[in-house]
């Protein structure tokens, strides 16, 4: 089991920036590309971006392209999503995930481990 935990969440003003952390532990985390997606009240889970194992490759929804930038750090086991000009639309859950594949996946799915979310509200 991969335990992934999330945080740095909490309300901002729109335009202004947050930056999530989604700490892994238990498996080799090198092993797993790792994306970020959220969820708002009454939507289905939603991609965001996605980095490869190594970090040398990513991949972005195109709404938060320009504005938000995913990163890992291998010897830390942390992933991070760094959030700009954020929007009132951007409140949901966010969450990080870890999958085995290899590749830049996007869908929910494929994804083998999920961490407890962490809420972000942008407020107009």
């Known amino acids: 089991q991969m335990q992934l935990v999330e945080s740095g969440g909490g309300l901002v003003q729109a335009g202004g920036s947050l930056r999530l952390s989604c700490a892994a532990s238990g498996r080799t985390f090198s092993n797993y590309r790792m994306g970020w997606f959220r969820q708002a009240p009454g939507k289905e889970r939603e991609f965001i971006a996605v980095i490869a194992r190594s970090g040398g490759d990513t991949y972005y929804a195109d709404f938060v392209k320009g504005r938000f930038t995913i990163s890992r750090d291998n010897p830390k086991n942390m992933v991070y999503l760094q959030m700009n000009s954020l929007k009132p639309e951007d409140t949901a859950i966010y969450y990080c995930?870890?999958?085995?594949?290899?590749?830049?996946?996007?869908?929910?799915?494929?994804?083998?481990?999920w961490g407890q979310g962490t809420q972000v509200t942008v407020s107009s």
């Open positions: 995930g870890a999958a085995s594949l290899y590749g830049l996946g996007s869908r929910a799915s494929s994804y083998d481990y």
